[in-house]
């Protein structure tokens, strides 16, 4: 079966401390993988993807995501959170074809302290 | 700047009382996609236009209709909401997938 697991479901950091936010994917085919942040009330914003080629991707806002697939991971990681950084962040994987849906992980809330 | 729109934003309506929900685009992107975002849940896609063709995911109820009247537009009609489908809708846009999907900043929508 198609799935996204995200283990965590609520996350708190301080500010200026690294975030490892954790998922692991089931997908039968060659995976095309995403994170989105979502903002309270607000829609979804690609922070960056992972095709092919080199596993360590960089995103938008300093994010960046390690694609492991001996592990069947895409970690999202940022060296130092804002508190701006507050917000729901889903993992997704997609097939290469266009049009087919989006698989959503459960989703990870941070909270970033003072 | 680029962008996925909807509107509106938010939409109260009746328990029964048919209700459109409006996404436009300026990305010419090919594919336009409807999700539904219940609270505290992943979205999930109820169907997608690729290009004129429309697609309908197996569990997407028959209350659930959509239109797309040119590359730009696309429409959500719900023809009897009911309490169940109170929740955000996103519409999505994807010029194939490889750079993945475009999300507008959603419809909440309340039913009474």
Known sequence: AQSVTQPDIHITVSEGASLELRCNYSYGATPYLFWYVQSPGQGLQLLLKYFSGDTLVQGIKGFEAEFKRSQSSFNLRKPSVHWSDAAEYFCAVGAHQAGTA???GKGTTLSVSS | DAMVIQNPRYQVTQFGKPVTLSCS???????????QQKSSQAPKLLFHYYDKDFNNEADTPDNFQSRRPNTSFCFLDIRSPGLGDAAMYLCATSRGQLAGQFFGPGTRLTVL
């Not at chain 2, 685009?25 to 999700?35: D, G, K, R, S």
């Open chain 2, 25 to 35: 685009q300026t990305l010419n992107h090919n594919v336009m996609y409807w999700y």
């Open chain 1, 102 to 104: 989006l698989i959503f």
